[in-house]
């Protein structure tokens, strides 16, 4: 298989890639990473521990993981049908806390909505584009709060 790209040519801006390194205990930031997409207009309607999972179920000895499955009703409803549907093979938007190490966490997220159209599940017209740049908005502004 050739990839539709190449990834070694992408530039983080390219998938809306945006980290943060919180100061604060595990549970402290998965609270407050919540909260803040929360202000920010996303709704946080799926979220789990892939860690808790994966020590579990094979004893993968992985240190605090979480994923924030953030969305907003009103882009999600216009960017699944600029897609045609397609788009809700990449639901929700995640944003994923893990602890590198005690007191420290890093918070990461790349946009869906980039990747949809790098990948041709998303048309590379003028609504998706306003979609994309709304939604880079909106995490623009919770990435700020972090």
Same mark, same amino acid.
């Given at each position: ?10 530039? #983080?801006?390219? %998938?809306?890639?945006? /980290?943060?390194?919180? @100061?604060?205990?595990? *549970? *402290?930031? +998965? ?12 709704? &946080?309607?799926? /979220?789990? @521990?892939? @860690?808790?999972?994966?020590? *579990?179920? !094979?004893?993968?000895? =992985? ?14 409803? =216009?960017?699944?049908? $600029? ?12 944003? &994923? &806390?893990? *602890?590198?190490? #005690?007191?420290?966490? =890093? &918070?990461?997220? !790349?946009? %869906? ?8 599940? $998303? ?7 306003? +979609? !994309? $740049? ?6 623009? $502004?919770?990435? /700020?709060?972090?």
């Amino acid at each position: 298989m050739t990839l539709p790209i190449d990834p070694a040519r992408l530039d #983080p801006e390219d %998938i809306g890639e945006k /980290e943060a390194v919180l @100061s604060m205990g595990h *549970e *402290e930031a +998965i609270e407050h990473v919540r909260e803040v997409f929360t202000d920010a207009g996303f709704g &946080v309607p799926v /979220e789990f @521990s892939p @860690s808790d999972l994966l020590n *579990e179920k !094979v004893d993968a000895d =992985r240190d605090p993981y979480y994923v924030l499955g953030a969305c907003n009703p009103a882009v999600a409803d =216009r960017a699944l049908d $600029a897609s045609d549907g397609q788009l809700g093979a990449l639901f929700p938007c995640n944003v &994923v &806390v893990w *602890e590198e190490e #005690p007191g420290r966490q =890093r &918070v990461y997220h !790349v946009s %869906i909505m980039r990747i949809a159209r790098l990948v041709g599940m $998303a048309p590379d017209d003028e609504e998706m584009a306003d +979609i !994309v $740049a709304e939604t880079g908005e909106l995490v623009d $502004a919770a990435f /700020e709060e972090l």
